[in-house]
């Protein structure tokens, strides 16, 4: 199974910062990467799909980018609704596999 | 409004079964594929189980291969998980979730998901 490798962990950062996040895959992947975010008992949201497509209704402050086996989420200006916990997931290789998430927390 | 709705988890002893169901209501539900994902408390996300929009084609994690069993029923716009020999690492909360776009597959980024359904398995 193609293991996703998250990084950091966790993230202390304020309101207004510019995040960026990794997600780096054991075997190349294309483009087939989603990005999510979760909050606390809550269900997963899809922000990013195909690696840098936007889903409908994300705001454009979050960019997803890479291919092959690196890939990052950007975060511009982060709002407070923004502190949560992000996944990459792929689909490309059976099994689709997620990564162990990044946690953003404020400082 | 796309809405998946999960049911059918609860308490159940080592080696015991249970079935899960997820009514959906909202989209085209034979137009899309359909996965089940879980979470174990304060851990992360895990794909379960995955089904095309015809139920030709389902596929599984290897740490549920053949213990779990999914399928799905298009006139009752509804997905199953049929889960046998339960552990106690399967403590988690089920959640279904929708293969983004209209291609029918499960191999994809998810775009709907319902809110889950929590089994625990303990003696």
């Known amino acids: 199974a193609i293991q996703l490798t998250q990084s950091p962990s966790s993230l202390s950062t304020s309101v207004g910062d510019r995040v960026t996040m990794t997600c780096r895959a054991s075997?190349?992947?294309?483009?087939?990467l989603a990005w999510y975010q979760q909050k606390p008992g809550k269900p997963p949201k899809l922000l990013i799909y195909?690696?840098?497509s936007l889903e409908s209704g994300v705001p454009s402050r979050f960019t997803g980018s890479g291919s092959g086996t690196d890939f990052t989420l950007t975060i511009t200006s982060l709002q407070p609704e923004d502190f949560a916990t992000y996944y990459c997931?792929?689909?490309?290789?059976?099994?689709?596999?997620f990564g162990q998430g990044t946690r953003l927390e404020i400082k | 409004e796309v809405q998946l709705v999960e049911s059918g988890g609860g308490v159940i002893r080592p080696g015991g079964s249970l079935r899960l169901s997820c009514a959906a209501s909202?989209?085209?539900?034979?137009?899309?594929?359909m996965s089940w994902v879980r979470q174990a408390p304060g851990k992360g996300l895990e794909w379960v189980s995955g089904?095309?929009?015809?139920?030709?084609?389902?596929g599984y994690a290897d740490s549920v291969k053949g213990r779990f069993t999914i399928s799905r029923d298009n006139a009752q716009n509804s997905l199953y998980l049929q889960m046998n020999s339960l552990r106690a690492e399967d403590t988690a909360l089920y959640h279904c979730?929708?293969?983004?776009?209209?291609?029918?597959?499960?191999?994809?980024?998810?775009?709907?998901w319902g809110q889950g359904t929590t089994v625990t398995v303990s003696s």
């Open positions: 089904i095309n929009w015809n139920g030709g084609s389902a």
């Open positions: 195909d690696a840098s």
């Open positions: 909202g989209f085209t539900f034979d137009d899309y594929g």
């Open positions: 075997l190349g992947i294309s483009s087939a």
């Open positions: 979730a929708r293969g983004k776009g209209a291609g029918g597959h499960y191999y994809y980024a998810m775009d709907a």
């Open positions: 997931q792929q689909f490309n290789s059976y099994p689709i596999t």
